[in-house]
């Protein structure tokens, strides 16, 4: 995806990740009193004092790694959320999850990558709590990290066309996508390639 070398662009995708988590871990939030919710080595005992928006900036800024791996990260996050239905996005796991998703993304998508001391740092943790996030992130999965090049476009269009959606100029009459009214969903797609069929998953 040649768009995301624009520094602009970039920009705008850090923005609208943060964004777009920041509602699902609001609305999980409130719903945590109503549905049952595991606590997981993702969960913080108190919430972090720095926002979604400045953590994913400080890891965009330090992790050095390619700009596809943000999306490749956001198609993990979606998958985890999927296969771990209890384990939904919220204030106290938020950006552990954001940090393993994006330095699991580096190191199977790009040939150079730092290892996990140096994502402990950026990420305020310890490398020890780093190695124990990525193997339960890892098992999580499921170890489904490839990500069909079908896959990737899809979601990369999605997220193209929902931060146009974001646009103040845009008519949201002419948006053909519901994915940004409501927080309480994060959009998850039917990765057959055959169909590439988008489902809404509450998490």
């Not at 400080?58 to 956001?74: D, G, L, M, Q, T």
């Not at 990290?145 to 103040?168: C, D, G, K």
């Not at 309480?184 to 390639?193: G, I, M, R, S, V």
Request: net charge neutral; proline share 4%.
């Amino acid at each position: 995806m040649a768009e995301l070398e624009n520094p602009n662009v970039m920009s705008n995708l850090i923005t609208f990740l943060s964004s777009l988590l920041k509602r699902v871990a609001e609305s999980n939030d409130l719903n945590h009193e109503m549905q049952t919710q595991k606590i997981s080595v993702f969960h913080g005992l108190t919430r972090p004092t720095i926002s979604i928006q400045c953590y994913l900036d400080r890891i965009f800024k330090y992790a050095n790694c390619s700009p596809s791996c943000f999306v490749v990260a956001y198609v993990y996050l979606d998958r985890f959320t999927q296969k771990q239905p209890s384990l939904p996005i919220n204030s106290f796991n938020v950006h552990r999850l954001l940090i393993t998703s994006v330095m699991v993304a580096a190191k199977f998508m790009d040939d150079m990558y730092y290892n996990n001391a140096y994502y402990a740092k950026v990420g305020g943790i310890s490398t020890m709590e780093m190695n124990f996030l990525e193997v339960d992130f890892l098992f999580g999965l499921g170890f489904h990290l490839n990500v069909t090049p079908a896959s990737f476009q899809a979601y990369s269009t999605h997220l193209q066309r929902e931060m146009m959606w974001m646009q103040p100029k845009l008519n949201y009459a002419e948006s053909s996508l519901s994915f940004g009214k409501s927080p309480k969903l994060l959009l998850c797609f039917n990765e057959d390639e055959s169909s590439l069929q988008k489902q809404q998953l509450a998490v």
